[in-house]
């Protein structure tokens, strides 16, 4: 069992970045490892995720270029650094754990585990 828990969300302005953390009770050695988000009245979204193997890192196409996912497996901890922010981006962001596979998988229901989110709100 793993449990995650996200911090770091808040109000920015347009154009400012943000980083957030997510980490875990477990170790995260072995779990591949995503970012989702979900923006009021529609579905959950992958945004970025990476692999346990490798360190792969894989994008939404919407925040290529301008969001990075890493992870220090030493702290447990997987970080999404958000830069370039726009209105758009505003969602409630979750963190997910997926064991098994060596892939990143962009539908939330291969997820085994997630987090309770944290609010991310980009003002215009």
């Known amino acids: 069992q793993v449990q995650l828990v996200e911090s770091g969300g808040g109000l920015v302005q347009a154009g400012g970045s943000l980083r957030l953390s997510c980490t875990a009770s477990g170790r995260l050695g072995t779990y591949n490892m995503a970012w989702f988000r979900q923006a009021p009245g529609k579905e959950r979204e992958f945004v970025g995720g990476?692999?346990?193997?490798?360190?792969?890192?894989f994008y939404s196409d919407s925040v290529k270029g301008r969001f990075t996912v890493s992870r220090d497996n030493a702290k447990n901890t997987v970080y999404l650094q958000m830069n370039t922010l726009k209105p758009e981006d505003t969602a409630v962001y979750f963190c997910a754990a997926r064991s098994g596979g060596v892939t990143v998988v962009r539908a939330p229901g291969a997820y085994n585990y997630w987090g309770q989110g944290t609010q991310v709100t980009v003002s215009s």
């Open positions: 990476t692999s346990w193997i490798g360190n792969s890192s």
